[in-house]
């Protein structure tokens, strides 16, 4: 069975572009690069922190929808 899914690779790493589906043991795989650019995505931390700095009002915590994590999400500003 093929399936097919989108990612950026960056330094050797893949990032999916949608949550991939719970995959067990170890697959094997084809990648294949396309020679196209990529969207201007933050990959960084720091990239992350410069936008926010740069917004009018700081983001909410509940601004962000809940990712699939199948545990609670941790609010480090409350700890």
């Known amino acids: 069975m093929l399936q097919a899914y989108e990612a950026y690779l960056e330094e050797g790493r893949l990032y999916p572009t949608k949550p ?15 020679d196209e650019p990529t969207h201007n995505k933050p990959s960084t931390w720091n990239e992350l922190e410069k936008l926010s700095s740069e917004m009018s009002e700081k983001p909410r915590f509940e601004d962000f929808p809940r990712c699939q994590l199948e545990r609670e999400l941790i609010n480090f500003e409350e700890v």
């Not at 991939?20 to 690069?33: A, E, H, M, S």
């Open 20 to 34: 991939l589906p719970r995959i067990r043991g170890r697959k094997r795989v084809i990648v294949t690069i396309l």
